[in-house]
Every structure is written in structure tokens, then in C-alpha cells.
């Protein structure tokens, strides 16, 4: 997502400069395009910064751009959520220059695990009150914003990924911050909202495809004052298509928590971080000023005071509520993802010739596939698993690993049998081909490696490796550079947890244990044959990190 300079250099101070805004959301038009051309010529250099932008203030930010002077600087506008960008700054890689979420919380939340410095400029840019949304007339009358995260119709969205949907617990944890207790009572109230997500295979509708989904098929959706105020304006009586359903916006008795649209500089490498620093003030600057204000209202947003629309637009006056401890958002959010993402995990099993030791009339292999079948059987067909065996020269040209099955929900069906059913087939899977030596460490970090190129930010992703020894692979990867390389390329906003199980005591305990910590995952010791089954099912489930 980052724009480099087209010439390293820091925007020139000279008095001629004007504004040079390239801006790639919806176009702009024949007039403003002459106009960027004609800024263009008269700058020697023009210095170009990537802005990423909510998508609920993108049109604004590309109207105030589109008129403002900011000298010869160019900010390259592309829409993104915030969760999304938030993914971006573990790594830095694509990571914008500026960033402007739909909540100053977004920044907080960043910093703590973005590869670079991230610093708020201006807080906020515009705002606007988190609302209730519902057919006209059926917009349900509650007192708080507690009582409507209780609503059994209500469709909250994503909050690990939009400010909007994290908006109804923010203001749910406004009302009760002085009180533990009540803190408590949001989180049981958002828990079965968070477990109803898990069963979901694609993102919640948010923004106009959230209000088109209330129109037809009814239910409360959260979203702001602002993104039904540009619903209504584009679905207009004299517009809309015939039978179209009218939605209205309604805050709880007790009032709501406004979104505050901040602009932030997020540019990773320290000297563009500078430069980008001092880009981001010239467009505080703009932001700041009447006129920027004036067309931010003409998109619907609210000052940055919160007052209300003019001319009786939106809700009004209504009564705000501010969250004064970001860290008890912030620990109620990692909740939501231990009980919303869905488990997505690659199980790596030891193929090699001593899982074929007999342990009371089976082999470790054959006990292994039992707690397999025991431990599917525990859970819904939305978990997601694939399997690998691993063994020397077991796959193709050499590879210690070879793979099953891809990665599917349990419920998926192929050839005639589910995934569930699959995954029980260890032994028919491995056959006899195994080699002695068992590469533990270079499995571990293959499979690491591929749950993070097919990452779902919609899951728990892990990886789950089986094994009764120690790795034995002369010409594999050490134990000392798997852990290093490991937290090297782990990305806290996109985490795969590894959580290794040793079978029987012959396991190396002590390699296992190290290796999960590393990645935040945890390690098991099946210290008698009777205890595997009951440590998969652990395993299975684990959602550390």
C-alpha cells in the first residue's frame, strides 16, 4: 500500500507550490484532473504519500483533498478497514504512510504491535454517534446499549475489523466502566453474539449492504448517523426501486459513543516516518480548517465536538458517552476473538517407523488416529483442519512431509466423505513407507509457514504437531533457528499459534515446550497412551496467543 517517493526527497517549502492530490476512489472528474495536471507543472518535486482511509469517510476525505492546498505533496487515497490495516503494521510490509480508521482506539490498538512508530496527528478529523438501525417503525426501544447487544435480532458486524461494529460494546463498556461487575454482565451479553460468528464462512455485511440486507429481510443492525444519512440520501423516494423499505437510526435512552475519525502517521521506516510526519501536519492543517469542517458536515458527519447536523438532519442532540480506559475495550475485544474466530489448524502427525511401536495391542499411529476420531467428533463442522504425515523421504523429491488433506471445513464433503471422516484415516494415509528419522523441526516450521501464506483473519489459525520422539533429521534445521525464526517471522496481528503434543514420554519435552512458546501456543505430554485422545481434543481447541 505505501507509494514511493518518485525522488527521495522532503516536500519543498516553495511560496508557488499548490495542492497535488491524486486520488483513487470513485474518480474525481475532468476539472479536478486538470487541475492535479496543472499543480503538478508547477513543482520541481513532487513528494507522494499513501493514506488509507475507513471506508465510511473516504468520499469526505477525497472531497477535501480535491479542493485543499497542501503544496506539492500528493496523498494516494485507498480504502481499507481498519482491522485490515492493523494487519498490515505487525509486518510493515504494504503498510501506509497515513492512516485515517473510523476510531482514535484503532491507534492504541496498533501500537502495540506494529513494526514501526504510530503516532496520532489530529484526533478527531470529524465524528459520529454509533446508532441502532431498523425497519422504520421497528426500531426496538431499549435503555442502554447493554440491553441492546442482548437484542436477539441484532446484527453487531465484525468489531476486530470495523470501528462501527466495535462501537455497541465500546458504549456498553462506557456505561459500566466504574463497575466490574457490570463490566462482566457486557461480556456475557456479547457472548453468544461472538459464538453465533464462528459458525459464519464470510465477513458480516456491514455499511449499505448491512441496511439493504434490514430493508429486506428486517433485524437491528449497528452502524453510524453518517452512513444512514448517506443510505437515505442515495435511496430517495423518487429513486429507489419499487417496494424499497424505509430505515430509521435510533440511539438507547442513556445516549451513545461517538466514532472519532483521527489521522494518524503509520510509515514504519524511521527517516519516511519523519517525512510522512510532517506531511500528515499540513493536512491536520487542512482538516482543521471551517471550510474542511463544512464538507464533512455535507457528507454527514459531525464536528469534532459532536454536534448535531444542521437543518434537522440525523438524530439531534443526543447525549455522548466516552470510554475513558482503552484497556478494558482492549481485553474485552480479545474475548470476542476467543469466542467468535473460528478454529482453523494443519495437524502434522509423525509417520515415521517408531509410530509403529505397539502400545497394548495398537500402534502409537493407530492411537493417534483414535484420538483423531474421538476429537472431530467434539466439534461443529464450521472448524476448519487439514493433515499432514511427516517422516524422512516421505514426500515428493525428498520432502520430510507429505500432504492428506487440504485444509476444509469438517463438514466438507469430498468423493462422497466428509472431511471428519477423512481426517480419520492416518494409517491408510501413511501406508509403509516411513523412513526412521523424524524432521520435527523443519515440519514445524513448513507448516508455520503455510498457515501464515494462507492466513484467515476470520480464524484461530494454528498448527498442531504429534510426535513420540525428538527430531533426528541430520540435515534439517536446528532447534536454536527454528525458535529464532519462529518469533522472527511471526506477526502478532495475524498470529499462527503452534501448539506441539508429545506422545508418550519418549517425546522431547523440553524442544516441544520451547517451540510453542515461541509462537504463543502451548505444549502436552501424553505421559501414558490412554492420555492422547483427551490431549488432541485439547490441543484442538487451544486459542492461545
Known amino acids: 500500500m505505501a507509494v514511493p517517493d518518485a525522488r527521495k526527497r522532503r516536500p519543498t517549502r516553495r511560496a508557488a507550490a499548490y495542492l497535488v492530490v491524486v ?30 482511509v475507513a471506508p465510511g469517510i473516504a468520499d469526505a476525505v477525497t472531497d477535501v483533498l480535491a479542493r485543499a492546498d497542501t503544496g506539492c505533496t500528493s496523498f494516494t487515497v485507498s480504502v481499507a478497514e481498519p482491522g485490515d490495516v492493523t494487519g498490515l503494521l505487525g509486518t510493515g510490509e504494504g503498510a501506509p504512510d497515513l492512516w485515517i480508521p473510523d476510531s482514535g482506539s484503532w491507534a492504541t490498538r496498533a501500537s502495540a504491535i506494529a513494526s514501526g512508530p504510530v503516532q496520532t496527528i489530529l484526533t478527531p478529523i470529524a465524528t459520529t ?10 426500531v426496538p426501544e431499549v435503555a442502554t446499549w447493554r440491553a441492546a447487544l442482548a437484542l436477539p435480532n ?23 466502566e466504574d463497575d466490574a461487575v457490570a463490566i462482566g454482565t457486557v461480556r456475557t451479553a456479547m457472548a453468544p453474539l461472538a459464538q453465533r460468528e464462528s459458525d459464519r464462512v464470510d465477513e458480516p455485511p456491514a455499511g449499505s449492504v448491512l441496511f439493504d440486507l434490514i430493508a429486506s429481510d428486517g433485524g437491528v443492525g449497528v452502524g453510524t448517523e453518517q452512513q444512514l444519512q448517506e443510505y437515505i440520501a442515495s435511496h ?16 438507547p435512552d442513556n445516549g451513545s459513543i461517538l466514532l472519532d475519525y483521527s489521522l494518524v502517521v503509520t510509515s514504519p521506516e524511521p527517516e519516511r516516518h519523519r517525512a510522512a510526519t510532517a506531511a500528515a501536519r499540513v493536512l491536520a492543517d487542512v ?15 459531525r464536528d469534532p465536538a459532536g454536534h448535531a447536523l444542521p437543518d434537522g438532519a440525523g438524530l439531534g442532540e443526543i447525549t455522548t458517552m466516552t470510554l475513558t480506559d482503552e484497556s478494558i475495550a482492549q481485553e474485552t475485544l480479545r474475548a470476542w476473538a476467543v469466542l467468535a474466530l473460528p478454529i482453523r489448524t494443519l495437524v502434522a502427525v509423525d509417520a515415521s517407523a517408531s509410530m509403529n511401536t505397539s502400545v497394548g495391542g495398537s500402534t502409537l499411529l493407530q492411537l493417534t488416529e483414535q484420538a483423531a476420531r474421538s476429537g472431530t467428533a467434539m466439534f461443529p463442522g464450521s472448524v476448519q483442519a487439514g493433515l499432514w504425515v511427516f517422516a524422512d523421504d516421505l514426500g515428493e523429491n ?51 509457514r503455510q498457515m501464515q501464506a494462507t492466513y484467515d483473519p476470520r480464524a484461530i489459525n494454528s498448527v498442531i504437531v504429534l510426535t513420540d520422539g525428538e527430531d533426528d533429521e541430520p540435515d534439517g534445521i536446528s532447534e536454536e533457528d527454528l525458535i529464532a525464526t ?19 514420554a519418549g517425546a522431547d519435552a523440553e524442544a516441544l515446550a520451547a517451540i510453542s512458546h515461541a509462537t504463543g501456543g ?3 505430554i501424553a505421559q501414558e497412551p490412554g492420555d492422547i485422545s483427551a490431549i488432541f481434543v485439547s490441543a484442538l481447541a487451544d486459542r492461545a496467543g
Open 486 to 504: 519462529l518469533e522472527r517471522e511471526q506477526n502478532p496481528a495475524r498470529p499462527v499459534i503452534v501448539v506441539t503434543v508429545g506422545i508418550t
Open 23 to 52: 486520488a483513487v476512489l470513485l474518480g474525481l472528474g475532468a476539472g479536478v484532473a486538470g487541475a492535479v495536471r496543472s499543480w503538478q507543472d508547477r513543482c520541481e518535486v513532487v513528494d507522494r504519500y499513501a493514506l488509507a
Open 287 to 301: 482538516f482543521a480548517t471551517q471550510w474542511a469542517r463544512d464538507v464533512f458536515v455535507e457528507h454527514g458527519f
Open 398 to 448: 525428498g520432502q520430510d512431509h507429505r500432504e492428506v488433506l487440504p485444509i476444509r471445513r469438517l463438514d466438507a464433503t469430498v468423493g462422497g466423505h466428509t472431511q471428519r471422516e477423512l481426517m480419520n484415516s492416518l494409517s491408510t494415509a501413511v501406508g509403509s513407507t516411513a523412513g526412521d528419522r523424524s524432521a520435527v523441526y523443519d515440519t514445524t516450521l513448513a507448516a508455520f
Open 522 to 524: 502451548t505444549s502436552y
Open 236 to 251: 430517495a423516494p423518487e429513486t429507489a426501486a419499487p417496494g424499497t423499505v424505509a430505515l430509521e437510526a435510533v440511539v
Open 154 to 176: 441484532l446484527r453487531p458486524g465484525n468489531p476486530l475489523r470495523t470501528g462501527i461494529a466495535a462501537s455497541a460494546i465500546r458504549a456498553a463498556l462506557a456505561e459500566t
Open 129 to 138: 454517534p454509533a446508532v441502532l438501525v431498523a425497519r422504520v417503525g421497528q
